[in-house]
């Protein structure tokens, strides 16, 4: 692959970053027929069934969103992009803390320089780790540096579970002259189960990297958010290497295109030129609706388009 093209990658490469054990299950779910899937899937998912669909609102205002478009509906190819570029800053953040007893802390600077600098000389050794232990603060810096830097490596693809919400179409739909996707989770379970619901609280996730469970409070921070974007009914695929990438999806996952209420005439040529594209490829062919306002209440209603060609 040339450094200059934009790496593509498959549920292989999600399941082989994430967990192992899922593969048999998944492939067993696949070769179930798709109406069983769902019931199938929840069992094992507890508390926190999978919804029949989940939506990915997109712009569709530059030139640039053209292309992005194009890479659902006719290369059947999700983006995966990197958390320094989300409008959030505190999305996928923690704090990182570094409290414990003097000894204790003592034992685990001496452990991590005997692993990293077994060479150092001892006196240089003694003199940093003193300098450490003397402000709780410079090693939580680290800490944190280390985190931020390995979160910008990590891909994410974020869908919703509501398609008829005003801010969202606002948001992320520009200003409702964008379009939103429909897929239903059960026609790729390889690719869309591992779109997880985000949660949210008003508590800041920090980590005593001393005491905590640092993976499971780690993976506690990339799956929560404020709780004043709970409005968005989140989902997310994470894969920890796979910023600004392409994951590619079952064609037949994408069922349905939703166009926004405000979008304008040559953007509706554009879409409609895609979906030419798109039969050309022998892809399932998708449902149109269009988003409208409702006269009577803050709403927005979902309506099925016949013809659209």
Same mark, same amino acid.
């Given at each position: 692959?040339?450094?200059?093209?934009?790496?593509?990658?498959? #549920?292989?490469?999600?399941?082989?970053?994430?967990?192992?054990?899922?593969?048999?299950?998944?492939?067993?779910?696949?070769?179930?027929?798709?109406? $069983?899937?769902?019931?199938?899937?929840?069992?094992?998912?507890?508390?926190?069934?999978?919804?029949?669909?989940?939506?990915?609102?997109?712009?569709?205002?530059?030139?640039?969103?053209?292309?992005?478009?194009?890479?659902?509906?006719?290369?059947?190819?999700?983006?995966?992009?990197?958390?320094?570029?989300?409008?959030?800053?505190?999305?996928?953040?923690?704090?990182?803390?570094?409290? !414990?007893?003097?000894?204790?802390?003592?034992?685990?600077?001496?452990?991590?320089?005997?692993?990293?600098?077994?060479?150092?000389?001892?006196?240089?050794?003694?003199?940093?780790?003193?300098?450490?232990? +003397?402000?709780?603060?410079?090693?939580?810096?680290?800490?944190?540096?280390?985190?931020?830097? !390995?979160?910008?490596?990590?891909?994410?693809?974020?869908?919703?579970?509501?398609?008829?919400?005003?801010?969202?179409?606002?948001? #992320?739909?520009?200003?409702? $002259?964008?379009?939103?996707?429909?897929?239903?989770?059960?026609?790729?379970?390889?690719?869309?189960?591992?779109?997880?619901?985000?949660?949210?609280?008003?508590?800041?996730?920090?980590?005593?990297?001393?005491?905590?469970?640092?993976?499971?409070?780690?993976?506690?921070?990339?799956?929560?958010?404020?709780?004043?974007?709970?409005?968005?009914?989140?989902? =997310?695929?994470?894969?920890?290497?796979?910023?600004?990438?392409?994951?590619?999806?079952?064609?037949? +996952?994408?069922?349905?295109?939703?166009?926004?209420?405000?979008? !304008?005439?040559?953007?509706?040529?554009?879409?409609?030129?895609?979906?030419?594209?798109?039969?050309?490829?022998?892809?399932?062919?998708?449902?149109?609706?269009?988003?409208?306002?409702?006269?009577?209440? #803050?709403?927005? =209603?979902? $309506? =099925?388009?016949?013809?659209?060609?």
């Amino acid at each position: 692959m040339r450094s200059n093209e934009t790496r593509t990658l498959t #549920y292989e490469n999600l399941l082989s970053a994430q967990n192992n054990f899922l593969d048999n299950f998944l492939k067993e779910l696949d070769q179930q027929p798709i109406f $069983k899937r769902r019931k199938q899937l929840n069992l094992r998912s507890g508390n926190k069934p999978y919804p029949h669909f989940t939506y990915r609102y997109l712009p569709l205002t530059k030139e640039k969103d053209e292309k992005s478009i194009r890479n659902y509906l006719v290369e059947s190819r999700l983006w995966l992009s990197s958390p320094s570029s989300f409008n959030d800053p505190f999305d996928m953040k923690c704090g990182y803390t570094f409290e !414990e007893t003097f000894q204790n802390k003592r034992k685990f600077l001496d452990e991590k320089f005997q692993q990293f600098y077994p060479d150092l000389p001892k006196h240089i050794k003694e003199e940093t780790i003193s300098d450490l232990l +003397a402000s709780n603060q410079i090693v939580a810096e680290i800490l944190n540096e280390k985190y931020q830097n !390995e979160i910008a490596q990590h891909g994410v693809c974020s869908f919703s579970d509501d398609a008829r919400d005003i801010l969202m179409w606002a948001h #992320y739909g520009s200003d409702n $002259k964008g379009v939103c996707l429909q897929f239903q989770i059960t026609r790729d379970v390889f690719i869309f189960t591992h779109a997880t619901a985000i949660g949210y609280s008003d508590k800041f996730p920090t980590i005593n990297y001393l005491k905590d469970n640092l993976g499971k409070e780690a993976a506690r921070a990339m799956w929560q958010k404020f709780k004043n974007w709970k409005y968005e009914k989140e989902r =997310r695929i994470i894969h920890p290497t796979g910023a600004n990438s392409y994951l590619q999806f079952n064609p037949s +996952a994408l069922t349905a295109l939703i166009l926004g209420c405000k979008l !304008e005439s040559n953007s509706e040529e554009i879409i409609k030129s895609l979906l030419r594209e798109r039969k050309q490829k022998n892809y399932p062919p998708l449902k149109i609706f269009r988003a409208t306002q409702d006269n009577k209440e #803050y709403k927005i =209603r979902i $309506k =099925r388009v016949n013809d659209f060609s």
